[in-house]
């Protein structure tokens, strides 16, 4: 549900592929860590990992401080579901092979339309406008009389769309989508939940449905800005199940969840698949079953980053928000993803050892169970229209039409029952 290759590459490329050259002073430790390459269950260095975390909670414009207080196993709730507001809202990933935000989801028409003439657009009943696709009703809103916006998300991210630098399209898979961009939006943007009429620079009437916004945003969103992501682990290119990704930290991990959703009340996203394909779901919720673990071993010892004088098991369950239809969410959610009554709602199950100093400060851990891919975080607008890559894109990666503060001004009208 994230397209594949370079248009991940330039998502993470600001974290990502930062903290694997970067090298990190800290304190002295016991040991060092051979690498997640030979060990994977034991995740990325922890210290390494902790950095982008406070980087996260930095952007987010949370207290840095909470990581490091985190590390204390006391610190935050041990279960804790965010509530009301502070859910995400849900949406759908809008499918490339589809048409993604060209698809004119309301009549089940994806993309395979003739571009519209204006002349054409002057003969449409007002019911005719309203089931347009969402691409389609911003280039009348913008007043775009060549339909820029929706010629871009055919050829660019469309069914039929690929590498633009190589020339070569291809036949997207059911997979790829904007779930990478809903997920952003709907931890971030404010959600749509009624339809507004706005008129066009040639005094048309457009109305957009919150899902036509919900669709724009999880394209304002595919790209985000360098500045405002940051990222933990990071994504495997194998299509096996014996692949050995570099996975996040579990240690770390457990500090996000208590520090990220249980104390300052926001989620995060998620890759749930350990493959190739990437599957961005939205952590909302955790409950989290602590006993004791048993003596470390020395293996143990080799990849924490202090002496370790005692392990704990934990038993995780995580609230996870993934895919739901279009349809259902044309309207308000985020009650309903808070009281788990609306699709695309799941419990995903994790369990992991962590181990902790002399001080009871964690220093590092295990995973004993499949692990996340890797976990990210953005904030505040989305990045698409403005996002540039000279090698991978020749310039501008995403689509330079859909102004993200314009967009963001929409949904907030949109946001208002009144």
Aim: proline share 5%; aromatic share 12%.
């Amino acid at each position: 549900m994230l397209q594949l290759g370079s248009r991940f590459r330039l998502l993470l490329s600001a974290a990502v592929t930062t903290s694997l050259f970067t090298t990190v002073v800290s304190t002295p430790i016991t040991a060092r860590a051979k690498g997640p390459k030979e060990y994977p269950e034991y995740g990325m260095d922890f210290n390494n990992e902790l950095k982008w975390l406070r980087s996260a909670f930095l952007i987010s414009g949370f207290d840095t401080k909470v990581p490091d207080d985190a590390r204390t196993l006391s610190y935050g709730p041990t279960s804790y579901t965010l509530q009301g507001n502070e859910a995400p809202w849900a949406g759908n990933y809008y499918p490339m092979l589809h048409g993604g935000v060209a698809n004119r989801w309301q009549t089940g028409i994806k993309s395979d339309y003739d571009i519209l003439s204006w002349d054409q657009v002057a003969l449409l009943a007002p019911e005719e406008l309203r089931l347009l696709s969402p691409a389609e009703k911003w280039d009348l809103f913008k007043g775009y009389t060549d339909f820029r916006t929706t010629q871009f998300e055919r050829k660019e991210r469309g069914p039929f769309s690929g590498d633009s630098k190589m020339q070569k399209a291809t036949r997207r898979e059911m997979w790829e989508g904007f779930c990478n961009g809903i997920r952003g939006a709907g931890l971030n943007a404010p959600e749509p939940v009624r339809s507004i009429t706005v008129m066009s620079p040639q005094g048309i009437a457009i109305t957009f449905e919150p899902s036509d916004i919900k669709a724009l945003l999880g394209a304002s969103y595919f790209y985000t800005h360098p500045k405002r992501f940051n990222a933990i682990g990071e994504r495997s290119f194998k299509d096996d199940k014996k692949s050995d990704p570099k996975r996040p930290n579990p240690a770390v991990f457990d500090i996000a969840l208590r520090g990220f959703i249980g104390t300052m009340k926001k989620g995060f996203v998620i890759d749930t698949d350990p493959r190739y394909q990437v599957w961005n779901e939205t952590v909302f919720g955790y409950q989290r079953e602590v006993s004791d673990a048993g003596q470390p071993t020395s293996r143990d010892q080799d990849h924490a980053s202090d002496t370790i004088a005692r392990k704990i098991k934990v038993k995780l369950k995580l609230d996870m928000l993934g895919e739901s239809s279009i349809e259902e969410t044309n309207r308000a959610t985020r009650d309903l993803v808070s009281s788990k009554s609306i699709g695309g709602v799941s419990v995903e199950k994790y369990e992991y050892e962590l181990f902790l100093n002399q001080e009871d400060l964690l220093v590092g851990g295990k995973w004993k169970s499949k692990a996340p891919d890797f976990a990210w975080w953005t904030a505040g607008p989305g990045g698409d229209d403005t996002y540039v890559d000279e090698v991978v894109c020749e310039g501008n990666c995403g689509n330079t039409n859909i102004n993200a503060e314009e967009l963001f001004e929409l949904a907030r009208q949109a946001s208002s029952l009144n």
